[in-house]
């Protein structure tokens, strides 16, 4: 009896830390996920920005 719950508690252990450890990698991809999203978004942002820059100092040198 001791020696089945000895093992059915190293399976449940088992079980848990292969959860644990999977649901863990999947939490580290979704943060990386993100991080690149607001990289790309940043890098957008800052694009657009230069674009409105160019376009008002073309729009300025138009006017002068």
Same mark, same amino acid.
């Given at each position: ?5 000895l093992? @059915?508690?190293? &399976? ?6 292969? $959860? ?8 580290? =991809? #979704?943060?990386?996920?993100? @991080?690149?999203? &607001? ?6 942002? $800052? ?8 376009? =008002? #100092? ?7």
């Amino acid at each position: 009896m001791i020696a089945f719950s000895l093992v @059915a508690t190293r &399976r449940v252990g088992a079980v848990l830390a292969v $959860a644990l450890v999977t649901g863990l990698g999947i939490q580290v =991809l #979704s943060q990386g996920a993100l @991080a690149q999203d &607001r990289k790309d978004t940043s890098r957008q942002t $800052a694009k657009d920005q230069v674009s409105h820059a160019v376009a =008002l #100092s073309e729009a300025f040198k138009q006017v002068t």
